[in-house]
Structures are given as structure tokens and as C-alpha cells.
């Protein structure tokens, strides 16, 4: 059975990361020393591919875990504007508009809300409509970095099963090639007795 043709046919997690070979038995794998090369050089390839997603999906975790204070913060702030009623005094309050820059403002009462969507788009949003829309994004990004830290999970655990892979299969390779120089020896005749030291 050849590394490919399972890898055709392999089971993969929820997100469509396929599981790594486990190799039980290294006969599976290779019947020959003459495999084991390309087996080896196929099972390094695969770890290179898991460690790629592992990085890949490190950051995306990364920018998920900046970006979910953030949704929470205007969440909060939306539910806050919800609150107010339409008599009341308007609120002075001090925002931020860069990470050093900050600037003084009055909030009479209001029934919408302006959101970055991103790309330098800004949309007005009637405040319930905003507090559904925040809401959604938060799940959203809260179920996207569950998924990401089940995939850092999955990922590290395919990636020792092939380097578990790798030691039997290059295990096996020594086992073999003492074999051939034992038989190789037997063979030979006694005209190399080793004799022990000492």
C-alpha cells in the first residue's frame, strides 16, 4: 500500500486537514530498503505541509484574538447607546482615533450608529440592526478561533505521529541493513572471527 494512494482516501478533521499515516507495521509502508527513501522524503514533505498550516494558523489565531476585544468593545458601546433614552442630556465622552490621538466629544442621544467595515467603509446602522450585525461578527470570530486552536491541536499531534512514522520507518532501514551484514558475514565464512578486547 503506497503513502499516495491512502493519502487519496485519508480521513480529514472538520476544516478538511487530512490525518497523517500511522505506521503500525513499517512492512506496510516499505518491502524494501530500496523504499525507504522516497518514503522518507514523502512523510519529511508531509510534516513541511503541517507545519506550514501550523504557522498559517497561528496567525490567523493571532489576528483573531486582536480583533475580538475590539468587536466586544464596540458591542458594549452599541448596547450602551441602546440604553440611552431620547430626552437625555447629551454625554461628553473622550474617543480614540489613532493609538496616541484622542479627541473630546458630545453624544446627544441617537437611534443609529456608524460601523467600519473595513477597506475604509463606514456604514450607518440603526442600533438594533448594529447590536445583531456586532453580535454575529463576535460568534463568529469566537467559534473561528475555537476552530483555530482545534487545528493548532490536530496539527501538532500530525505532526508527531510522522515523526514517530519517520523514527520506525528509519528504525527499520538499521534493523535491515544489519540483516544483510550479518548475512553478508555468516556468509563470508570465519575468516572474521572478531575476537573481544581484554
Known sequence: MSAKKQSKDAATNP?????APFVDKVEDYVSSRAEVDGTMKSFQEMISKYQFMEVNTQRRGAGLQDKIPD???????????????????PIETTFELNDTLYAKAHIPPTD???????????????IPEAETLLEGKLAAAKQNLANCEEDLDFLREQITTLEVATARVYNWDVTQKRKEKAEQDDDGGDEKKILPNG
Do not use: C, H
Not at 71 to 89: A, C, E, G
Not at 113 to 122: E, T
Open 71 to 89: 468587536i466586544q468593545k464596540t458591542l458594549d458601546t452599541v448596547q450602551f447607546l441602546k440604553t440611552r433614552k431620547p430626552d437625555s442630556d
Open 112 to 126: 443609529e450608529v456608524y460601523l467600519w467595515l473595513g477597506a475604509n467603509v463606514m456604514l450607518a446602522y440603526p
Open 15 to 19: 476544516r478538511g486537514i487530512p490525518y
